[in-house]
């Protein structure tokens, strides 16, 4: 895949447009205020109820009523929660996508699952940071920006492309670099990603890793030291020069030991499981569960909240980082 930069776009289409940045949570905050350091002309639709209101007001944003900003926008740019964008865009953007609109998205959730189905003569484009907000924001305050991807799923205006570049151009993505990819890939990746390796599969590693020490005599707050504390350390050398650095830096035990053991705690049989989860994700089972959990009420989101609150995981972590901050 070709990576682009600053030098491929050409960011002109966004000159008088209104970019429509709907919710103001992290992604809506970060990239609000991308787009206007940017010089694009932004505003913010917003629901009446929340503290999400006054924290864009206070950063000097208009914010209007989710439809109004709907109507004003030239691009509206959804950043809600992806449980709720289905019913906010039916109840309150729907009427206002005709001709020579732009719906946009950073996560293609609820157009490849068809919970949101625009209508055919509005572009609809996909522009997705691969970092959270705070760093995002960070990055461009630095003056650099931090790698996305852009998507296109509608093109009847022949310029979608064109637009969802130039926002990741404005949001200073493209110094570091983007790569064009369809709503399914960035998708089902994410939801790949997010369940079996950056979230629950590492939260897993860790939680097992914990309990196994400690059930087997040591004390918990060493046992949080070796599988909590020091997997930031070593995902950082990753980060930094890849796998291969890594176990260059690490001593030589630590290295035979990875290599020969490590696979024989996560080896074909996990690999197995994931293809069964990647499977789930692609056929929309994934997708109907959430859903319906969400309209449930969100029971067993709520329990496993609670759950992990409870854990001596969490509760030793909150102590030893508590010696950390009086350290410092």
């Known amino acids: 895949m070709k990576i682009l930069h600053d030098d ?23 990239q609000a205020k991308c787009l206007r350091d940017s010089s694009i002309d932004v505003i913010i639709g917003l629901r009446s109820s929340g503290t999400s209101r006054a924290r864009a007001e206070r950063d000097g944003f208009e914010v209007l009523p989710i439809g109004e900003a709907a109507r004003r926008g030239d691009i509206v740019h959804v950043l809600i929660p992806d449980e709720v964008q289905a019913e906010v865009y039916d109840a309150e953007i729907k009427e206002h996508m005709h001709e020579g609109k732009t719906l946009s ?82 998708t089902y990746e994410d939801l790949f990603g997010e369940q079996c390796v950056l979230c629950g599969g590492l939260v897993e590693l860790m939680k097992n890793g914990f309990e196994v020490l ?18 930031k350390l070593i995902v950082d050398l990753i980060w930094q020069g890849g796998i291969k650095r890594m176990a260059e830096v690490i001593s030589n035990t630590a290295e035979y030991g990875m290599w020969s053991v490590g696979h024989k705690i996560i080896g ?45 995981i969490e509760t030793v972590g909150a102590e030893i980082r508590r010696l950390f901050e009086r350290a410092e």
């Open 8 to 30: 491929d776009v050409d960011d002109s289409i966004l000159r008088d447009r209104t970019v429509a940045v709907i919710g103001y949570g992290a992604q809506g905050e970060a």
């Open 105 to 186: 998205f950073s996560h293609g959730f609820n157009i490849c699952f068809r919970r949101i189905v625009p209508p055919p003569d509005v572009d609809v484009i996909m522009v997705a940071p691969k970092a959270p907000g705070t760093e995002e924001r960070k990055a461009y305050l630095e003056g650099f920006g931090v790698p996305g991807l852009v998507a296109v799923r509608q093109n009847p205006s022949g310029r979608a492309r064109e637009t969802a570049l130039a926002m990741a151009k404005a949001l200073h993505w493209t110094r570091a670099g983007i790569l064009e990819c369809t709503f399914e890939q960035e």
């Open 214 to 231: 400690v059930e087997a005599g040591y004390p918990p707050e060493m046992a949080y030291f070796e599988c909590v504390h020091e997997m």
């Open 268 to 312: 074909s049989d996990v690999k197995e499981r994931m293809k069964e989860a990647l499977k789930r994700i692609e056929n929309g089972e994934f997708a109907s569960e959430w859903v319906e959990e969400y309209r449930k009420g969100a029971p067993f989101l709520k329990m496993s909240r609670d759950k992990i609150s409870k854990h001596q």
